[in-house]
T-cell receptor, first 115, second 112 residues
Framework: EPEVTQTPSHQVTQMGQEVILRCVPI?????FYWYRQILGQKVEFLVS????????KSEIFDDQFSVERPDGSNFTLKIRSTKLEDSAMYFC?????????????FGSGTQLSVL | AQSVAQPEDQVKVAEGNPLTVKCTYS??????LFWYVQYPNRGLQFLLK??????LVKGSYGFEAEFNKSQTSFHLKKPSALVSDSALYFC??????????FGQGTELSVKP
């Protein structure tokens, strides 16, 4: 089965620095998502993206966060000025359609550590 | 608002025994329910989904889930557990806007 790929697998950064997490969704998928999982906690929705714009975002997704699909394949999550509490595993996901009966396929995640 | 709950943080079973990981849901309208598994240091892997139709849904790796409307439950089951099934299991509901809403997760431990 096709896979969603994420790079890097691990990212260590200093507080206040900008980070960009990269994702390559499955090629024929049209809907894209970012989730995060703080160690030991549940998987939380951050943002959904369709047709080159944000469809929905959570309270977590504040002005420090942004997403972009710079070309036909990549989907990125940018954190402008990282905070300690941004340390988490970040998952990218995609789905072919946006209807509720379709599954999301997830990447293996990027473990972000903010020091 | 749509939500799912997993009442058990941890489930322990012996290899070869049946396993059940519990999930209850609260949705308005038709529920679209999913189970995902997360192995250590890996992403979330899709196991199965319930959309409509048969209440018993079969998925990957021998897992199945039973949808029960009257009890608003969607428990994950497997007749005979393997040590390799040890992982974190997440129940989820997909809302009408497309996003998945996850439960807290249940750690399954299968001992030889």
């Amino acid at each position: 089965e096709p896979e969603v790929t994420q790079t890097p697998s691990h990212q260590v950064t200093q507080m206040g620095q900008e980070v960009i997490l990269r994702c390559v969704p499955i090629s024929n998928h049209l809907y894209f998502y970012w989730y995060r999982q703080i160690l030991g906690q549940k998987v939380e929705f951050l943002v959904s993206f369709y047709n080159n714009e944000i469809s929905e975002k959570s309270e977590i997704f504040d002005d420090q966060f942004s997403v972009e699909r710079p070309d036909g394949s990549n989907f990125t999550l940018k954190i402008r000025s990282t905070k300690l509490e941004d340390s988490a595993m970040y998952f990218c996901a995609s789905s072919e359609g946006g209807t509720a009966n379709e599954k999301l396929l997830f990447g293996s995640g990027t473990q972000l550590s903010v020091l | 608002a749509q939500s799912v709950a997993q009442p058990e943080d941890q489930v322990k079973v012996a290899e070869g025994n049946p396993l059940t990981v519990k999930c209850t849901y609260s949705v308005s309208g038709n529920p679209y329910l999913f189970w995902y598994v997360q192995y250590p240091n890996r992403g979330l892997q899709f196991l199965l989904k319930y959309i409509t139709g048969d209440n018993l849904v079969k998925g990957s790796y021998g897992f199945e889930a039973e949808f029960n409307k009257s009890q608003t439950s969607f428990h994950l089951k497997k007749p005979s557990a393997l040590v390799s099934d040890s992982a974190l299991y997440f129940c989820a509901v997909r809302d009408i806007w497309g996003k998945l809403i996850f439960g807290q997760g249940t750690e399954l431990s299968v001992k030889p």
